[in-house]
């Protein structure tokens, strides 16, 4: 009976002992925009593969709230089970913007299985802010126009409703001069227009997106590019021939009626002329 106890020993240290040979993921990493989030992982033993079969991984996340609670109490939620890719992609596991995580992933065989390597993440803190989804320029009577949209999270919505204090750096620049030469405007606004720019001169303008709580800022929009208009009113030729027009018009309307009012004068003139002769005639 004490063989066989010790023999169970024996074989269960065996056990733990090959648990332990395999290797678990290494440097961790998050790939993030918004709110995509796509969790990476490193593990290169392929002798260890090709002696335990065929690996495979396994990913989960835990809010901390959840992880104060006692361990057999913890709801560890997998995302990714035994996928053969080295990373997982965490965007619809419905992670809130606001919470705080741990996120986890181990290697597996048919038989084995690694220990667990963690990351903590939080989005609002660690998720990289997106530049503007996009943004159209357009030369309006000799000001430049520009309509930023918003970046836009993995369900379309607007990120200001997560990050209500996201601001815009727009710079520009006149073209062919370096960026660097270009001056910069802070807004909150969509819609911006610069003014006191020159005139039949080209523009460049490219927007980024920034959080001043954590310090975010995104990379730069597309550049875009455009010409001023020749002075503050394009129109202006039209305008001017739409008032010489109006002006004639007029014109020729009030000498239309001043000899319409001369002719009723001369006309009535006229009558009472003939009828005073008539009554000299008839005396």
Not at 120 to 138: E, H, W
Not at 154 to 162: D, I, V
Not at 268 to 281: E, F, M, N, S, T
Request: with cysteine; net charge neutral; hydrophobic share 35%.
């Amino acid at each position: 009976m004490k063989a066989l106890r010790c023999f169970s020993l024996l074989l269960s240290l065996s056990v733990v002992t090959a648990l332990g040979d395999l290797s678990r993921p290494q440097n961790l990493s998050l790939q993030t925009l918004n709110t995509q989030y796509v969790l990476h992982w490193d593990w290169a033993d392929d002798q260890q593969t090709a002696v335990n079969g065929t690996l495979t991984f396994t990913a989960q996340y835990l809010s901390v709230l959840q992880s104060r609670k006692a361990a057999h109490k913890q709801k560890w939620r997998t995302v990714c089970a035994d996928v053969s890719e080295r990373h997982c992609d965490f965007t619809d596991a419905g992670l809130n913007y606001w919470g705080i995580y741990y996120l986890r992933v181990r290697a597996n065989t048919a038989q084995w299985f690694s220990s667990w390597t963690n990351i903590s993440f939080c989005p609002d803190r660690d998720a990289d802010l997106g530049p503007p989804s996009s943004v159209k320029l357009t030369s309006v009577k000799g000001d430049l126009e520009i309509v930023i949209a918003d970046p836009l999270s993995s369900t379309n919505e607007s990120m200001k409703t997560l990050a209500p204090d996201m601001h815009y750096l727009i710079q520009y620049w006149k073209k062919p001069e370096d960026y660097k030469k270009g001056k910069v405007l802070k807004t909150k606004n969509n819609v911006v227009t610069l003014s006191e720019l020159d005139g039949s001169t080209w523009y460049c303008v490219r927007v980024q997106s920034c959080c001043d709580f954590y310090n975010k800022t995104s990379v730069f929009s597309d550049t875009h590019c455009t010409r001023t208009e020749d002075g503050k009113c394009s129109d202006c030729e039209m305008d001017y021939r739409w008032i010489f027009i109006a002006g004639v018009t007029a014109a020729v309307l009030v000498l239309a009626v001043i000899g319409y009012i001369i002719y009723k004068r001369n006309s009535k003139a006229g009558l009472i002329q003939k009828r005073d002769d008539w009554r000299d005639d008839g005396e």
